[in-house]
């Protein structure tokens, strides 16, 4: 036998949820949909993300003798397209130097997908939370600093994805 | 009897050199110091002896460490407060040292880091405490006005302290560390439950609203 579920608690909370997505759909826009608004946006720098950054590390195969990866991607602000050739700065503090020292400092390019892809030492806690920083600083884009934290101090790589806005 | 009492008092002290000295021998054994320099190490442990001291106030001012008359005990935690606030210089000073942007943003409560803002209040409500503590006499601040200002400092000293370390992802051993945050929140609790800390501000409220 079917019960029949349309009470009165049913009703308030179909009613309730329809009336609030008509509102927040129809009266903050942008707030619900920003991407649809303006294409995909861009990426803010992370708070404390330009922390001991040294402007203009080398381009390097890879940051003293390896052992972690760091990888993401670089696209453009708006349509979402690879931007291949860009310059992204990695540091962090390693098991091989801390933060602020240049062997810690080193950077790659993005590949035709926009990709990038650079093995350094394995990054340990450093101030409390085991993250790294990495930075578009090139100037062709708005500069952009991120500070990407690792779930777990044993893991051994981490991403950043870029999105950028013309400077 | 005297031999229970004498094997009662060199209990409570050995386990309150446990507590304290367990997290900080492990901590001392963290593979993560291999990588830090000598004044970062300096600066992690000076928070760590100081989440310590914070454990040993309450017992002090409680008289639950035997051997200690309330008098002696209440001079000890005055010389432990000193202690506890040149800790905390040390521990902010180093890590300024370590990396002064990380320090910056923390004090100015910008950091990324969670725990940072609750190490910071902790921080400044020891500096008060200690500033408060030293001008008392000259002040003319009264036992119940005191405690008014104290207790309240206290409370944020403790919960800051016990939050920023345990969110913190470092050398302490994740046991031991927890450890010590509960016995520091227990004997917290317990002292003010012991000395009626709020009974008294309730009466103190009371007589206040009665002289209006």
Known sequence: MTVVVLNRRNLLAAGGSVLATGILAAGVPGLLLPARADGLVPTESMSGGANNYRKGAAIVDRIGKGGFWMSGTVRRAGDGAPLAGQRIQIWAHTVEGQEHEPQSHGATLTDKDGKFRLEMPQIIPIFGQPHGHLAYDSGEFKTVFLRPVMRSAKETSLEAHFVLQPA | ?212
């Open chain 2, 1 to 212: 009897m005297t031999r229970w009492k004498l094997a009662r008092v060199i209990l409570i002290w050995a386990a309150l050199a446990l507590a304290v000295g367990v997290p900080i021998a492990l901590a001392a054994a963290s593979e993560q110091l291999a990588w830090r320099g000598p004044i970062y190490i300096l600066a992690g442990f000076a928070g760590i002896v100081a989440l310590g001291l914070v454990l040993v106030q309450p017992l002090l001012i409680g008289g639950y460490l035997p051997g200690l008359s309330a008098y002696r005990g209440r001079r000890v935690h005055h010389w432990i407060g000193g202690a506890l606030a040149l800790a905390i210089v040390i521990h902010v000073a180093g890590l300024w040292i370590t990396s002064p942007p990380d320090m910056i943003d923390a004090l100015s409560y910008t950091s990324p880091t969670p725990f940072s803002p609750f190490g910071v209040t902790a921080m400044w409500a020891i500096f008060i405490v200690a500033l408060l503590a030293l001008l008392r006499r000259r002040l003319g601040l009264r036992p119940r006005t005191w405690r008014f200002v104290h207790m309240p400092l206290a409370i944020v000293i403790v919960a800051g302290s016990v939050v920023h370390c345990l969110l913190i992802e470092g050398t302490m051993e994740t046991i031991s560390k927890a450890a010590l945050c509960a016995l520091v929140l227990a004997a917290t609790v317990k002292v003010m439950i012991d000395l009626q800390v709020w009974r008294k501000r309730r009466a103190l409220r009371g007589e206040s609203i009665a002289r209006q």
